[in-house]
């Protein structure tokens, strides 16, 4: 390995580690391994196609109105006075309608498999249900206007992929220019349904884990993009709706 290459490693893996508070001993288990090659099978390589010159952006959500429900008019009868409830009890359409419940991801329960991908010699890893599809690197054609760590868009089977160059974005600060005249990219990695693909060197593997082979931090965190760390590796597990947020935002690591 270079020297910046490990530099860069031995950062971001004490940049990692202070995220770790607690002192728990953590059990080595032998992950479960799904082979790449079936991954792999599915790596696309297309000729280039004409590009607008545009990024194009997720489509928007449908957004859903409910229902307006007319109150019916209940004439006042000689009954007793009920028993008062308590006002927790107390649950209309309309109260439940204005509290914002964000849908607990599928990964959060029980098991579940990630992918884990180098870039300058950091691991990352996605949860594989999060993950849109794999692409060989091909040429991104660069637009006006844009931050550095957006390499272009690149067309793939007619579809037009905004390619993120990953350690620009993960790493900024040590991004110099031994580092980056290091970088080969090979792979682009797709983020759920969206238009955004991170740039990869290297496919380690997919491993399955276990709700407690991951530090999660909550939602509050100063950093959206992570979901937790995956203990036994010292590597970051995106949480890949925050992430594509962040990216449709324009904005970086430091969310600026």
């Known amino acids: 390995m270079s020297k910046p290459l490990a530099a860069s490693q031995k950062v971001m893996r004490s940049y990692l580690s202070e995220l770790l508070t607690d002192d728990e001993k953590v059990q080595h288990k032998e992950p479960e391994n799904k082979p790449l090659e079936k991954l ?36 006042k009868t000689n009954v007793e006075p009920a028993k008062p409830i308590a006002k927790a009890q107390l649950q209309t359409k309309k109260s ?12 959060r329960n029980g098991s579940f498999q990630a992918m884990f991908f180098k870039v300058a010699g950091l691991t990352i890893a996605v949860p594989l249900i999060e993950l849109g599809g794999i692409h060989n690197v091909d040429k991104a054609t660069p637009l006006m ?15 037009q992929i905004n390619v993120v160059d990953t350690a620009r974005w993960v790493m900024p600060e040590k991004c110099n220019d031994k580092l980056l005249s290091a970088l080969d ?20 593997d997919t491993v399955t884990l276990e709700q407690e082979d991951v530090k999660w931090l909550d939602e509050s965190n100063k ?5 937790g760390l995956v203990k036994d590796r010292m590597c970051a597990l995106l949480e890949v709706e925050s992430l594509i947020k962040l990216l449709d935002d324009g904005a970086s690591i430091h969310q600026d």
């Not at 957006?150 to 579809?159: D, L, N, T």
Request: proline share 7%; charged share 30%; no cysteine.
């Open 40 to 75: 792999l099978e599915n790596v696309s390589v297309e000729r280039k196609l004409p590009i607008d010159n545009k990024v194009l952006s997720r489509k928007p959500a449908v957004e859903i109105t409910r229902d307006k429900i007319e109150p019916k008019v209940v004439e």
């Open 96 to 107: 439940l309608g204005s509290i914002k419940v964000k849908p607990e991801k599928d990964y």
């Open 185 to 204: 990219y090979q792979y682009i990695i797709m983020l759920s349904t969206s238009q955004w693909g991170l740039t990869a060197e290297h496919l380690v």
């Open 223 to 227: 950093r959206p993009w992570l979901a």
């Open 145 to 159: 206007g844009k931050p550095d760590w957006f390499k272009g868009v690149m067309v793939q089977r007619e579809e």
